[in-house]
């Protein structure tokens, strides 16, 4: 498949370029487009044909349903089966346009493939410029899931949807790096109480600050239990080498990390070490990247998809992780972090 790249700024839109994307998902066609969170591969969300396509271009399994991105309230409603409760509204009004996406019941006009067979279908309305335009501009709401391909790390870049999806989708449109660098927050609205399948980039903390009472998905606390969100039972982010994070008081896991890391170096084995500004200058072995520091997570946040990546391409044969604080986004981090590792994960106790 031949794929028309294009290079936009969310500044100084180029509308003829997102008048010809837009076409493209009129016909049901693919396009990978930039929003705040990470880069999406979108298609037409009312077409059975286009949520097939994007199943396709990225080697998804098919029982793993899509977000539906949306401009405006009344495409909202034409996609849910329900009327707005009131906590919906307080979410929409206080976090939308942005990271948040919402489980509603579905109506009748989103086809099974977009959301897996569930009666349920995921909403969000995206912070950026381009997305919205190329939704608005396409007058249909737009299904996406993450533009890599599946296992992968999510892209925060132009560069990582080039190299994963040239050739695999019809439009590319390329802009800035992704702000906050992860997934949005999936919150599970159909149940009694509000419950998050995903941790993303609105916090657990923000949410129950609007709402009150917030529940967190069983499967997300503990290993066993069976996972909600269908995605969420896939390995995902997962950067080619083997991972392990590392856990415990920071000086014993800076000590215990750089261990590893000199007996690796010594059986021949190139190292990448997933580190923070306090802790970078500390290691003397390997491929070192900092995640920022760990006064604010939004900056690891926006940094480990692009330091997974570069981990592969600097072929690093092992990964050894420092583990972050799980409050507010870290909670998003870190389960990104446990999933790139498989959740292997050592505990280091003095
Ligand atoms: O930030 C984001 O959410 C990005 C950008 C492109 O918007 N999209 C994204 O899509 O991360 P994806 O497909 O990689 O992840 C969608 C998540 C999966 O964990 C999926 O299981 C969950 O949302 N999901 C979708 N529809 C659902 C539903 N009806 N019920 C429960 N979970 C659902
Ligand atoms: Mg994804």
Known sequence: MKTKIFDLNENNIDFQAIKEAA???????????????VYGLGANALSQEAAKAIYAAK???????LIVHISNIDMLLYVIGESLSEKAKKLMDKFWPGPLTLIFKKSSAVPEDV???????????????????????????????SANISGKPSPTKAEH???????????????????VGLESTVLDLTGEVPTILRPGGVTLEELQTVIGEVRIDKGLVSNEAAPKAPGMK??????????????????????????????????GKLVGILATEETKHSY??????SMGSRSNLYMAAAAIFDALR??????????????LSEENIGMAVMNRLKKAAGFHIIEISS
């Open 115 to 145: 959301t897996a067979g569930l009666d349920t279908v995921a909403v969000r309305m995206p912070d950026n410029e381009i997305a919205l335009e190329l939704i608005r501009q396409s007058g249909l709401p737009i299904a996406a899931p």
């Open 59 to 65: 080697g998804r399994p098919t029982d793993n349903p």
């Open 234 to 267: 896939y390995t995902h982010y997962a950067p080619d080498a083997a991972m392990t994070i590392l856990k415990g008081e920071l000086p014993m896991v800076v000590q215990a990390i750089q261990h590893l890391a000199d007996e690796q170096t010594k059986l």
């Open 161 to 179: 949807v080039i190299g994963d999806l040239k050739g695999k989708v019809d439009v590319i449109l390329g802009g800035s790096n992704s702000r």
């Open 310 to 323: 570069q981990f592969d391409k600097q072929k690093v044969d092992v990964i050894y992780a420092e583990a």
């Open 23 to 37: 076409e493209v998902i009129r016909n049901n066609g693919t396009v990978v487009f930039p929003t705040e969170t």
């Open 284 to 289: 003397h072995a390997g491929v070192v990247i």
